[in-house]
């Protein structure tokens, strides 16, 4: 953090995250109808820069510049965000705010930029609003991990090494729905977990993830499809302290599907998997069968595969994935990536509450 003649500046990096068991379908102010827990990325991530000055004069005006370039939509976003905070970030609020940001990934690839860009300005604004005399408070994780998710809720699983478990779950103690926390006693194994991102198609999505939320309002098979939820993840979180992983293959698949499934059941009905995704998840499925390797596969909202498997197999899958599925992938791409602590913050840390 810097002052200088009441100039401030705030630079964060902050993790994209892969959900296991999805979050679709909210209530008001972003609390999750169901509980969701995904593995942070190591590679995969925002960095930002917000830049404040404090003048005599209030100014409240908010500028983006991703990758060096004016966004304005992305901007008006973000200064109505700050609006409906004016009161707990008042000093930002007034100053005005500069935002630079980039993400180490490339844009459009099925790796949620919403989640690691939304986590990166909330612990600037954060950042910012303590050194401007703002409550210190504000920095505990839970409060990051709360205005991370009203800014985008899958965004408060960000801030969380490894993996984060955001919903309240029966069994897991201090889980809530209005920020997310670390799940003890899974198998450290999973800390080495690959995500390798198959890059089906880039093209932008023809229904954005807050339409796709609020179509679960009048979808039939919604009632059924949070109880189910919170079963997968019961269940998700036993395979992984006992370390089983065709049972973990078997409910991240299913949530995969289930997520895709309710879009093409919601009305308007729609679909995201493209052919070629299909495919990919034929290929995975007969590999896994005929080779015994706990490969398997999950969907963010869009056509991209996430190709999960245990770091132990990177060897003997390399010729499957060069093979089978990067001829499936646009311009061959495949992003690797694999669950981590997240990138090392640029300027402190926050402290969890004890
Ligand atoms: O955080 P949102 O509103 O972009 O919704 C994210 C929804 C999924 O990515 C599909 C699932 C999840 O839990 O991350």
Redesign the pocket.
Known sequence: MMNKDERFEAHWRSPS???L????G?KKN?IPQNP?I?FTLQDAYTQTRVVCERSGSSNNAVSLYLDNELNEDFGVRIAKLLFSWKKTFKHVYNAGIEIHTHNSFPHSTGI?S??SGMSALVKCIISLEIAMGGDKELGAVESVSSFARLA????C?SVIPYWGLWGNTEGIEGSNDFYAVGVEGLDDRFKAYHDDVIIISSEKKSVS??A??RLMVGNRYAASRYKQARHHMSELLLAMKLYDLDRFCEIVEQEAME?HALMMCSSPSYILLKPKTLEAIDRIREMRRESGIPVCFTL??GPNIHLLYPDEYKEKLSLFIEEQLRPLAVDGRIINDHVGAGPMAIRGSFETKD
């Open positions: 995250n892969i959900a068991i999805k979050y679709w909210k972003q969701s995904s949620a919403s989640a985008s809720g899958s965004a699983r993830s807050s796709g939320h997520l963010d909202a």
